[in-house]
Structure formats: C-alpha cells, structure tokens
C-alpha cells in the first residue's frame, strides 16, 4: 500500500506559480510511475503530467506543455509539480498518483492503482 499526501495548494494570481509536493508513504516509489491528475468542478479527472521511474521521461497535457514541469526526488518519496505562468483555467483540485504502469496523456483515472486525497489549485483573473 502506498499512501500519498500532496501539499503546496493555495490562492495564486495569474501569471504566478506554485509548487505542489505529493509526499509518499508506506514503500517507497522509487520504482512507481508518478503523475499528476486535476479535476475542476462539473468536469471529468484529467491528466497532467506524468513521470518514469526508470528513464524518468516526462510528459504533459497539451494545455500545461512549456509551463509546468513535473520531477521526482526517489530519496524523499517524494514528486513535485512546478506550475509557472498560472492561467484561471489552470483552477482545480490536484491529484497526485502512483501506478505500476506509465501514466501518460490519455490515462484515465480508472486505470490509477493510488491517489492522493487531492490539493486546491485557485488561480484568480
């Protein structure tokens, strides 16, 4: 069992950044395949980003590409999501995920083997 808690959300102005944490507990992830989730109110759970845990090759929704950048520190169980250029569309609550398959754009969160309980993104106009 993996538990994951992920920190970091708040209240942001267009334009700024945050970065969430998504710290991980019960084994360690080194060998999981991490991601990011976010879902606004009224609309499906949709990939963010994702991250291997081999090659560590990184991928992103179209609509985040050039502005978030997603990593994974393995000694501290821990990944981040580093969101710059902030837009109101951007506003959502953030899932943090860990899979034995790579998450990737199209993964749904069906096919998610854990979540996070999830931290609100507001981004104001």
């Known amino acids: 069992q993996v538990q994951l808690v992920e920190s970091g959300g708040g209240l942001v102005q267009a334009g700024g950044s945050l970065r969430l944490s998504c710290a991980a507990s019960?084994?360690?992830?080194?060998?999981?395949?991490m991601g990011w989730f976010r879902q606004s109110p009224g609309k499906a759970r949709e990939f963010v980003a994702g991250i291997n845990w081999g090659d560590q090759n990184t991928y992103y929704a179209d609509s985040v590409k050039g502005r978030f950048n997603i990593s994974r520190d393995n000694a501290k169980n821990t990944v981040y999501l580093q969101m710059n250029s902030l837009k109101p569309e951007d506003t959502a609550v953030y899932y943090c995920?860990?899979?034995?398959?790579?998450?990737?754009?199209?993964?749904?969160?069906?096919?998610?083997?854990?979540w996070g309980k999830g931290a609100l993104v507001t981004v104001s106009s």
């Open positions: 019960g084994r360690t992830i080194s060998r999981s395949y």
């Open positions: 995920a860990a899979n034995t398959a790579p998450i990737l754009p199209g993964s749904t969160w069906g096919g998610i083997d854990y």
